[in-house]
């Protein structure tokens, strides 16, 4: 599907998008890795729907401004950006980190949203002061975080890294940095973000890999359990990824999620 790809200047960023399809407006929100612009679910998603792909602050050819210093900015930024698109009865969502950003976007605001998919997100503190919620992947070995990952490491769209071109290695080292700076301190979660999940005020899909080792399903269930209209799926043979690994089972999930929005 024909894609298009534009720059919106907004008060403090320069954020990248692309655009296909027509139809009610559907915002998807990507991964720490940038995974999402390259599937075909994108285009499947834009079969019945006008997809926005915007590239957050330090990915693609988003800069990163350097008072855009936590997730919660970027969340702000996003608001701004659909706002500035005018866009209305919003399906927002988001994957992995891109759920995090959608999780705290909502929070704030549902005025502009009419469904949340949060794709396997972390952001959440759930456990104990010394309970590890989230993998530390900057710790583990590169093949052990594939590992914890994916159900079958292999599906990694970065699994062979030799294969990279100088330019796509390079986007790839910025991706990880701009994770690491906005991600790191504190690691991989906002600690106000638990006790605000409650605001979200728009039927939400909380979709979960079944073998995702580096957030796993019972902190997905935790995050169910905190949207007051809030329904948790799983996904079988699938790790952090399962719009990766079970496209179609993730699809399916989200259509009929979809549908119960339009029988209403």
């Not at 959608?102 to 104990?128: I, N, Y």
Request: proline share 6%.
């Amino acid at each position: 599907m024909k894609r298009h790809r534009e720059t919106v200047e907004l008060p403090g960023a320069r954020i990248e998008v692309e655009r296909m399809g027509s139809g009610p407006p559907l915002v998807l929100l990507q991964s720490a890795e940038a995974y999402e612009s390259g599937l075909d679910i994108v285009d499947r998603l834009a079969g019945s729907r006008e997809v926005f792909l915007p590239w957050a602050p330090g990915y693609g050819g988003s800069p990163l401004p350097d008072d855009v210093r936590t997730v919660d900015d970027v969340a702000y930024v996003y608001l701004d950006l659909i706002e500035r698109y005018d866009l209305r009865d919003i399906v927002l969502v988001g994957c992995s980190l891109g759920g995090w950003i959608a999780a705290e976007m909502a929070t704030k605001t549902c005025e502009r949203l009419s469904r949340l998919v949060l794709v396997d997100p972390v952001g959440a503190k759930f456990g104990g002061t010394y309970d590890r919620d989230i993998e530390d992947i900057y710790f583990l070995s590169f093949d052990k975080v594939k590992a914890i990952r994916f159900a079958d490491p292999r599906r990694d769209p970065l699994d062979d890294m030799t294969g990279l071109g100088e330019d796509e290695a390079m986007q790839v080292a910025r991706h990880r940095e701009s994770t690491a700076r906005l991600c790191w301190d504190p690691y991989f979660h906002n600690p106000a973000l638990k006790n605000r999940l409650h605001r979200i005020a728009v039927p939400t899909l909380v979709l979960w890999g079944e073998e995702d080792r580096f957030v796993r399903p019972g902190y997905g269930r935790g995050y169910a359990e905190r949207i007051p209209d809030s329904r948790f799926v799983s996904i079988a043979g699938a790790g952090h990824y399962p719009h990766i690994e079970q496209p179609d089972a993730f699809m399916g999930a989200v259509a009929a999620f979809l549908d119960g929005e339009a029988g209403q």
